[in-house]
């Protein structure tokens, strides 16, 4: 059964047990509207659970749990905000049971998988879908020698990638956190809709985003370790670069070729980006696990030719992270070895509402001629 089957199998039962089995909902639930929201960025949850003592949600946008209120019918609703403009991520306790909304499509997959609500602005945001041309999200299924096991793949291609088979394109890689999957960064990163907007204001060349799954057999549950990173770096290596390279008509110049992750895949892209400089030029971590500094230093011990090869380091984090002080200290080393790089800080915590806006910034400074 593939990940996320399993995963879908794993959130329906959940549902249906806690919803049917412990609360006694009606055939009528499938009435309720969940999330709304309304012109003035507040919104209103609601859930119809009869049987159920105690109902709170857990939200982005709001401090701690929030209590909902029953009515006579046994629907629990509250009304939450004003919100900033954003993709938000919420999810109901049920008399101690955190599930998702059972009645909103639109769910982010995890350990625990969790309900996405989005909140416009008053202008699109730079993840809305707008009225430009749109690139095509690619799903494979590739044999993995150097792991054994065949393993899921995202290509992203760009508008008229199809018009143009004599480009080569940059390849960006861009890789997951733990616990996420490879379609991740497109179901809640929304990466192809913000290049295409990238692309349309021409804030950025027309690239490819290779998506890997970034867990392997050789890794913990968490895929934090170095047992993992090792693993992934060989199928990246040996498996998803020469098959992107098959079957897509992309660069494979160095220094058109980036790579960059989230979490445990910021981690992964400092490890093989600044261990493979032959094939990257252009590496990038968004709240990276950064936590073999001893790794770092060795990766680092040639500084000058670390300089001379690479064309950006780029180090971003929020400062209510729980990884802040470990990117502080990865930080600290790139100083004290004097490697040129970008050290971005930002508020924000460790959440996609900051990935999202990184990954937006960070596009527009790949594959420049000027470093």
């Not at 508008?159 to 143009?164: A, F, I, L, T, W």
């Amino acid at each position: 059964m593939r990940r996320r089957e399993f995963s879908c199998a794993v959130l329906f039962a959940a549902v249906l047990v806690s919803l049917v089995w412990q609360l006694g909902v009606a055939a009528e639930t499938g009435q309720v509207v969940s999330p709304q929201v309304h012109p003035d960025r507040r919104v209103t949850f609601r859930l119809h659970a009869p049987g159920a003592d105690r109902v709170e949600v857990r939200v982005q946008f709001a401090e701690g749990v929030q209590p909902m209120s029953k009515d006579s019918n046994g629907l629990w609703s509250i009304t939450l905000g004003p919100a900033e403009p954003d993709i938000h991520v919420y999810s109901f306790i049920v008399d101690g049971l955190e599930i998702a909304d059972p009645v909103n499509p639109s769910i982010k997959f995890w350990r625990t998988s969790k309900s996405l609500v989005e909140v416009p602005g008053e202008k699109p945001m730079f993840f809305e879908e707008q009225r430009v041309d749109h690139g095509v999200v690619h799903i494979h299924k590739y044999g993995s020698k150097s792991l054994g096991i065949t393993r899921g793949l995202y290509i992203y291609t760009p508008p008229n990638y199809k018009k143009e088979p004599d480009v080569k394109y940059p390849v960006l890689f861009l890789l997951h956190g733990s616990g996420d999957t490879e379609d991740t960064w497109t179901v809640v990163g929304r990466a192809n809709v913000i290049v295409d907007n990238l692309i349309a204001q021409k804030k950025t060349a027309p690239m490819v985003i290779v998506m890997p799954y970034g867990h392997t057999p050789a890794g913990t549950v968490v895929g934090l370790d170095n047992r993992n990173t090792a693993a992934f770096e060989r199928d990246l290596i040996d498996d998803v670069v020469p098959f992107v390279e098959r079957n897509y008509h992309v660069s494979s110049d160095r220094k058109n070729r980036a790579i960059v992750g989230l979490s445990m895949g910021g981690g992964q892209s400092v490890s093989v980006g600044l261990g493979n400089l032959d094939l990257f030029s252009w590496v990038g971590a968004f709240s990276a696990a950064v936590q073999d500094q001893e790794e770092y230093r060795r990766l680092l011990s040639d500084p000058d030719s670390v300089n001379a090869r690479l064309e950006l380091l780029w180090v971003g984090c929020g400062r209510e992270d729980f990884l802040f002080d470990a990117n502080e200290k990865f930080l600290e080393t790139l100083k004290a070895k004097k490697v040129k790089h970008v050290a971005h800080i930002t508020d924000g915590a460790h959440e996609w509402r900051v990935w999202r806006r990184y990954l937006n910034e960070f596009v527009p400074l790949l594959f420049k001629t000027d470093k």
